[in-house]
């Protein structure tokens, strides 16, 4: 704690207007960081019971909050985003470890192959490395049920196509900058698509529709290894 009986976070967040009803709060650093990204589970939690904010969503290693201007005053919102990242004890979160079995290469990971060679690598050390980790969903966003997955190999991080695919396929298991993630239904992307998996990521009649939450684990298992 500081001299102020605050916890001590490390990083500082920077806030900022998006649009007339939302603030972004960020602290997004050089890594990702998930002692923050714990932070920020709890802060949304905790700013979701305030009176006058319809939304928080949790993004990586930051915070978007979505109030009424009408009848709440931002500089209070922002007020209260401060403060409570500096007091808000982030909870042990009890997500549950979910085997996710994946194809890799083939028609499903076109990828792979151009992958592993750009690494210097074959396609057998990039699916071990890919597959060793037990990956953290940092948030669920961008699309319905998509995940952002922290823990990838830093190895294996490779900047995002120049040219996005404009329909990257439903169950797509991919590899973005520094993240892992899988395609919950068919859209543009530009990450790079290693591999394939039947387990469906949402579905709009299930309770609740997303297959995963923020504090899940996920471990990829090889289903098969295809050319």
Known sequence: ?????????????????????????????????EACQARIWALAAQLRRRPGISETVPGMNNLMVVFDPLTVDPL?????????????????????????????????????????????????DVVARHTAPLYSVAAVGAMPGFVYLSGLDPVLALPRRHIPRTGVPVGSVIVGGAQAGIMPLTAPSGWHILGHTDLPLFDPHRDPPAAFRPGDRIRFVVREIQA
């Open 76 to 124: 209070a919102v922002e007020a209260d985003m401060r403060r409570g990242w500096q007091t808000v004890v982030p909870e042990d979160t009890a997500g549950r470890t979910v085997d996710v079995p994946v194809t890799y290469g083939g028609p499903g990971g076109v990828d792979l192959a151009e992958f592993a060679a750009g690494k210097n690598m074959t396609i057998g």
């Open 1 to 33: 704690m500081d001299g102020h009986g605050q916890i001590s976070t490390g990083r500082v967040p920077r806030l900022s207007m998006e649009g007339a009803g939302a603030i972004l709060l960020d602290v997004a650093g050089p890594t990702f960081d």
